[in-house]
């Protein structure tokens, strides 16, 4: 059972226009998202995040939506830029006793932003 | 400050065989994660180890253990090995709990 799903395995955009990567949530206990990029040959680096209790971050060009009650969150980015093309891992955290938390990804959006 | 690094970059291995994986997380983590990127799969959580102890496991079979040691670093042992488990390893270390950072990685191929 998926917790979290990304249902855009691929995504193509145009330098300079709006990415937006979306992604899904069915555990209601989630109550802190992430997302993440990587690139080939390379470990996933830490994005942006969100708690639950807010429903938007933004950070320089990257924006992190959350939507509760439709358990949905998505990453704008504007203007999109070559360097950005990657895969896109959205990451759901959940309490699993005392102060320990679990992340639970996706499979991943693949990003291509032509020039 | 030094990243999350992993060893070897690379390595091949026949059915059966058994092999160790290491990580050293960014000083001043405790916890280090494990994860298993199989083709055409997200991220699958595989072992979590904090101060020592194994916290928490993912849906993998017993084969599938580790260790953490006095230092932090931790190493990741796969048994008997099989086909599928042709991966990247990808190990992630935390100090907030929240925010994980991740090592570049261990690509296994089993033959």
């Known amino acids: 059972d998926q917790q979290v799903k990304q249902n855009s395995p691929s995504l193509s955009v145009q330098e300079g226009r709006i990415s937006i990567l979306n992604c899904d949530y069915t555990?209601?206990?989630?109550?802190?998202f992430l997302w993440y990029k990587k690139y080939p040959a390379e470990g996933p680096t830490f994005l942006i995040s969100?708690?639950?209790?807010?429903d938007k971050n933004e950070d320089g060009r990257f924006t992190v939506f959350l939507n509760k009650s439709a358990k949905h969150l998505s990453l704008h980015i504007v203007p999109s830029q070559p360097g950005d093309s990657a895969v896109y891992f959205c990451a759901a955290s959940s309490l699993i006793g005392g102060s320990n938390y679990k992340l639970t990804f996706g499979k991943g959006t693949l990003l291509t932003v032509n020039p | 400050e030094a990243g999350v690094t992993q060893s070897p970059t690379h390595l091949i291995k026949t059915r059966g065989q058994q092999v160790t994986l290491r990580c050293s997380p960014i000083?001043?983590?405790?916890?280090v994660y494990w994860y298993q990127q199989a083709l055409g799969l997200g991220l699958q959580f595989l072992l979590w180890?904090?101060?020592?102890?194994?916290?928490n496991r993912g849906n993998f079979p017993p084969r599938f253990s580790g260790r953490q040691f006095p230092n932090y670093s931790s190493e990741l042992n796969v048994n008997a090995l099989e086909l599928e488990d042709s991966a990247l390893y990808l190990c992630?270390?935390?100090?907030?709990?929240?925010?994980?950072?991740f090592g570049p990685g261990t690509r296994l191929t089993v033959l």
């Open positions: 969100i708690s639950s209790i807010k």
């Open positions: 000083s001043g983590h405790t916890s």
């Open positions: 180890y904090d101060e020592g102890e194994e916290r």
């Open positions: 555990n209601s206990m989630f109550d802190y």
């Open positions: 992630a270390s935390s100090r907030s709990l929240r925010e994980q950072f």
